[in-house]
Nanobody
Framework: QLQLVEAGGGLVQAGGSLRLSCAAS????????MGWFRQAPGKEREFVAA????????SYADSMKGRFIISRDNAKNTVYLQMNSLKPEDTAVYYC????????????????????WGQGTQVTVSS
């Protein structure tokens, strides 16, 4: 079992920045590609970003490219999401997720790939 705990959400004005973190425990963190998803009220959970086991490969949803940066520190069992130039439409609950991958260079951007999920952290962007 892999436990994931997100932190760093909060209220920020449009144009501001937040850094989310997700601490993992329970199994070998570097066996997992990691992803961030988000869910706004009344909407489906959507892909935000993903990163491979070794951190060498990343992927972003189109609306996040150039604004969000995903990174990981395998020594600290933690994945991060740096969010810049935030917009009111970024308001959502952000979830960290883990997907066991055999290749250190692989990742997945599909919800169904991910077996483990955190409890989520609320991000609210005011206009």
């Amino acid at each position: 079992q892999l436990q994931l705990v997100e932190a760093g959400g909060g209220l920020v004005q449009a144009g501001g920045s937040l850094r989310l973190s997700c601490a993992a425990s329970g199994r070998t963190f570097n066996s997992y590609a990691m992803g961030w998803f988000r869910q706004a009220p009344g909407k489906e959970r959507e892909f935000v970003a993903a990163i491979s086991r070794n951190g060498g490969k990343t992927s972003y949803a189109d609306s996040m490219k150039g604004r969000f940066i995903i990174s990981r520190d395998n020594a600290k069992n933690t994945v991060y999401l740096q969010m810049n130039s935030l917009k009111p439409e970024d308001t959502a609950v952000y979830y960290c997720s883990a997907d066991q991958q055999y290749s250190p260079y692989s990742y997945c951007s599909e919800y169904g790939c991910y077996k483990y999920w955190g409890q989520g952290t609320q991000v609210t962007v005011s206009s």
